[in-house]
């Protein structure tokens, strides 16, 4: 582990790209808008659990990462569209007009919440205040102690929470109950898939400890591309630094890799990590600025931090991603002298 006396400590100066209301009023005007008018439209046709109860329930989830939640409880009963598909960056994704009318036409709308959603959160604001359409931040329902904030960031919680196993399945009941209040008729379906899913994520839990208990605790940094494994660190016992904040929106400047730079040559950290969804421009800036110190940092691998892999990367369900993930970080700092 590193020494506490040394902890690179994130400049503040970017905490405002960070912080909820300056992502709000990134949204376009014209979206919103298109929302109004889309609400408008819709605002008719408003189901009833009769209704409901009689065809598959219509579903958006913002990312992928929500949508295998959403599709591990919901099974058959459930018509789920995904916004964001794989490798796309939440933080900087802007709604499209067909977003917003995919979003109007849905029974219930699935999000993470706490600002993942950087440039969509007033559009998903203003349709929870303005649609009859239930809209679900799964990690909202997490209670306040188990979450965290940044000092550097302060007023912003961190919305990566799948990366610690066992507060995904307090999302995993936020959205089995959300279902059960929508379509009470499939309640004992939405009971069972979420009860057998908990299962899984229980084993899935244990599997990362185990594989964890395999590294050296000397070896168990980790440096990322942003602020995406906090909860990870937290849960699994490893020191994280990201290059960025907690949004991908913060840019990180020449002295936030010089600083990083230092903190990796000084403590001879062996493996530096990018993130599929995020640009490797700052990490492999990172490790040329670790060389010119002297030391030569291997890039360890490609992680899944905010956007589940493509079919057939063996990451894109969540289950994989997190397997892949913390076997990619145990083989890459423990095979490295």
């Known amino acids: 582990m590193l020494n506490h006396g040394t902890r690179w400590k994130r400049p503040t100066r970017k905490a405002l790209h960070d912080r909820t209301p300056g992502i709000a009023r990134t949204a376009p005007g014209m979206v919103l808008i298109t929302l109004a008018t889309a609400l408008a439209a819709c605002g008719g046709a ?14 958006v989830a913002t990312t992928s990462i929500v949508a295998d939640l959403v599709s591990r409880v919901g099974g058959p009963r459930v018509q789920l569209t995904t916004l964001m598909g794989p490798g796309v960056d939440p933080h900087l994704y802007r709604a499209s007009e067909g977003d917003v009318r995919r979003m109007a036409e849905a029974d219930i709308v699935f999000y993470t919440g706490h600002h993942l959603e950087g440039r969509m959160s007033r559009v998903l604001e203003v349709m929870g205040t303005t649609s009859s359409t239930p809209t679900v931040a799964v990690a909202e329902g997490i209670p306040p102690d188990q979450l965290l904030s940044p000092p550097a960031f302060q007023g912003a919680v961190d919305p990566h929470i799948w990366m610690d196993v066992s507060l995904w399945r307090s999302a995993l009941h936020q959205v089995e109950d959300a279902l059960i209040s929508l379509d009470p008729s499939s309640a004992e379906g939405y009971r069972a898939r979420a009860e057998a899913f908990d299962i899984q994520l229980q084993t899935l839990d244990s599997y990362v400890r185990e594989r964890v208990a395999t590294l050296s605790p000397d070896r168990r940094v980790l440096i990322t591309a942003h602020d995406a494994f906090n909860y990870f660190g937290r849960a699994y016992g490893f020191e994280v630094r990201g290059l960025q904040g907690i949004s991908t929106i913060a840019e990180a400047g020449a002295g936030d890799v010089r600083e990083l730079a230092t903190l990796v040559a000084d403590h001879h950290i062996p493996a530096l990590f990018v993130e599929t969804s995020v640009s490797p421009r700052n ?55």
């Open 46 to 59: 408003e189901s009833t659990p009769a209704d409901i109860a009689s065809r598959p329930v219509r579903a």
């Open 283 to 337: 990490i492999e800036a990172v490790r040329a600025a670790v060389r010119a110190r002297g030391f030569e940092v291997r890039i360890g691998g490609n992680l899944y931090s905010d956007a589940l892999g493509g079919v057939g990367s063996g990451a894109d369900s969540y289950e994989g991603m997190i397997r892949h993930n913390v076997d990619t970080i145990v083989d890459a700092l423990e095979g490295y002298d």
